[in-house]
């Protein structure tokens, strides 16, 4: 089974940022497109941040000019860097592997933005 493995999650204060690391299997990492979700309590998962292969990043509106989604072809790693975190913000975040149909998750982190 396919797994992708998370990593940066936890409690940052209002303002603050957190960076979110997502790794993937070689094989997958260079066909998917690689993103990151979020779902907060009492809400449906929504669709933060996309990669391409061809490394072109694509946003939701509502974390533009303060989320940044990379990538690091080397190490099979996509990273999320949150700035200027609100109270919002906090979420079970979770990284996506997507090609035509087929979807991987993985396991989510949980995001806590609070003073």
């Known amino acids: 089974q396919v797994q992708l493995v998370e990593s940066g999650g936890g409690l940052a204060q209002p303002g603050g940022s957190l960076r979110l690391s997502c790794t993937a299997p070689a094989r997958v990492f260079g066909l998917f497109a690689m993103g990151w979700y979020r779902q907060a309590p009492g809400k449906e998962r929504e669709w933060i941040a996309s990669i391409r292969n061809s490394g072109h990043p694509e946003y939701a509106e509502f974390v533009k000019d303060r989320f940044t989604i990379s990538r690091d072809i080397y190490k099979n790693t996509v990273y999320l860097q949150m700035n200027s975190l609100k109270s919002e913000d906090t979420a079970v975040y979770y990284c996506?592997?997507?090609?035509?149909?087929?979807?991987?998750w993985g396991q989510g982190t949980q995001v806590t933005v609070s003073s």
């Open positions: 996506n592997a997507q090609r035509f149909e087929h979807n991987i």
